[in-house]
Nanobody
């Protein structure tokens, strides 16, 4: 069972940047899909960004042009670079990695954007 540990969340002013990291306990070289979801207070969890093993990316419309997902196989880490942050980006961000058909999830990291 792979373990995922997120880091990099925090409090930032609107317009600022954060980089989230998701460190896996095993190699992510064979992972099919990597991604980040988020859950704002009182709202359902939503997809933020997706990265496939072939390098294809998919972003929520609300973050396109501002967020970038990437991976570093040597470090077994997935990143989410978040720029031009807005108060509506506030929420708990969860990393997920799929090996085969099953996803592993991280515990979440809080991102708070103040206006």
């Amino acid at each position: 069972q792979v373990q995922l540990v997120e880091s990099g969340g925090g409090l930032v002013q609107a317009g600022g940047s954060l980089r989230l990291s998701c460190a896996a306990s095993r190699s992510i070289f064979s992972a099919n899909v990597m991604g980040w979801d988020r859950q704002a207070p009182g709202k359902q969890r939503e997809l933020v960004a997706h990265l496939t093993s072939g390098g294809s990316t998919n972003y929520a419309d609300s973050v396109k042009g501002r967020f970038t997902i990437s991976r570093d196989n040597a470090k077994n880490t997935v990143y989410l670079q978040m720029d031009s942050l807005k108060p509506e980006d506030t929420g708990v961000y969860y990393c997920k990695i799929a090996f085969g058909s099953r996803y592993a999830w991280g515990q979440g990291t809080q991102v708070t954007v103040s206006s």
